[in-house]
């Protein structure tokens, strides 16, 4: 058996090329509190498990978090300071704690020195309004060379991702015909102002936009995949991908490989179908496909989009039973991890996500055991990595 499934809450282990399927409406934003999003970030923790953090371009003392279906859920404070200009959120996990990096770099007139970026320890969400005592606030500046806007060392960024295994933080410039590239390593804790390292220039194939909201415009977001193996790059109206073999590090990728083109990303052009100002991205917790969502410009709402994963999966032995009205018996071969999705018309398939019994049958196999309340008519289908 040979079965082609949606797999939303997978972990992607592969670092060859990633196709994702069209874009899927996951629900609407509509909060006046959410719309200016400008990045975002599928945060890490268990019991936080659906959220996303945001940041708002013109908010400069919370950020702002919603579920899974674009609804409003808290806002997060970081007590006794705020910022300017906040356009990025990104975050990354060493050593089995999640961080959370908010950054403070957009700078439309290019004419501040020096920035900061602020980095806390992933909070529980256990109030409307979740205030966090303790952050680093780093502060940087760009080095002397090259030059950017205006003849000078200076400005606007909207896209960032953090690698741990390159163990830097990555910056990408918005402005510039191609995109520069920037790094700070990840410290534990940095004193004074950081100058960041020039890395070069991505690969020309990531173009400037002209004619559009901005013009001319580059990158507007970054995303990296949880396992460190999938960047994308995106503008206004294209979202690229880069992908990582052998081992490389993310400057020789992203300068020297020629990226693809997410051809599901639903481009800029008018809600809800496409986005009107489109600046954030993410991948979802799991890395079973990515968000993105878009600046309301002059909206009501807007659409947060979904865009699922491509996962083929393999052929293996299995065979299925019902032992009672409610119970569902899947059993395959140790080692594989079953993927289940049920449809009540063969047409609208969905993601199986309660638990599953898993019972060690001492004969090479294992049997899955799915509990639900029965509908009038269900149909499963189901495969394994």
Not at 286 to 296: A, I, K, L, P, Q
Not at 335 to 347: A, E, F, K, M, P
Request: aromatic letters at 12%; one cysteine or more; hydrophobic letters at 35%.
């Amino acid at each position: 058996m040979r079965s082609k499934l949606l797999a939303a809450a997978l972990i992607g282990t592969c670092s060859a090329q990633i196709q994702f399927e069209s874009a899927q409406v996951a629900g609407m934003v509509d909060d006046n509190f959410l719309d200016e999003i400008s990045g975002m970030f599928a945060m890490r923790n268990s019991d936080n498990a659906g959220k996303i953090i945001t940041c708002h371009d013109s908010d400069a003392e919370y950020m702002f978090v919603i579920n899974s279906d674009g609804s409003y859920h808290s806002r997060i404070d970081l007590a006794l300071d705020n910022w300017r200009d906040a356009e990025e959120i990104t975050g990354y996990t060493k050593n089995g704690t999640n961080y959370i990096v908010l950054c403070e770099f957009g700078d439309n007139p290019a004419n501040r020195d020096k920035k900061y970026l602020f980095r806390f320890e992933e909070p529980s969400l256990d109030t409307t309004t979740v205030v966090v005592e303790d952050w680093d606030k780093i502060a940087y500046r760009l080095p002397a060379s090259p030059v950017l806007e205006k003849g000078q060392n200076r400005g606007d960024f909207e896209g960032s991702f953090i690698d741990v295994v390159d163990n830097k933080m990555y910056f990408f410039s918005k402005r510039m015909p191609v995109n520069y590239i920037y790094s700070l390593p990840i410290q534990d804790e940095y004193i004074g102002t950081q100058t960041l390292t020039f890395e070069g220039l991505m690969h020309a194939d990531v173009a400037e936009e002209t004619g559009g909201i901005i013009s001319p415009a580059n990158c507007v977001g970054a995303a990296l995949s949880r396992d460190g193996n999938t960047a994308l790059i995106k503008t206004y109206n294209m979202t690229f991908q880069f992908n990582r073999v052998d081992g490389r590090d993310w400057v020789d990728i992203l300068r020297n490989d020629s990226p693809t083109i997410v051809s599901s990303y639903v481009g800029r052009g008018s809600a809800p179908a496409k986005e009107p100002q489109g600046e954030s991205i993410c991948f979802d917790v799991n890395d079973g496909g990515f968000c993105t969502v878009s600046e309301f410009r002059g909206n009501d709402e807007v659409a947060l989009f979904f865009y699922p994963r491509e996962v083929e999966l393999a052929p293996f032995d299995w065979s299925y039973s019902k032992t009672a009205v409610n119970k569902h018996h899947f059993t395959v071969t140790n080692g594989y991890d079953i993927v289940l999705q049920s449809s009540t018309d063969l047409v609208n398939w969905s993601v199986v996500d309660s638990p599953f019994e898993v019972i060690n049958n001492g004969n090479g196999t294992s049997t899955y055991i799915y509990t639900r309340e029965d509908k009038e008519r269900e149909f499963f289908r189901y495969g394994i990595l």
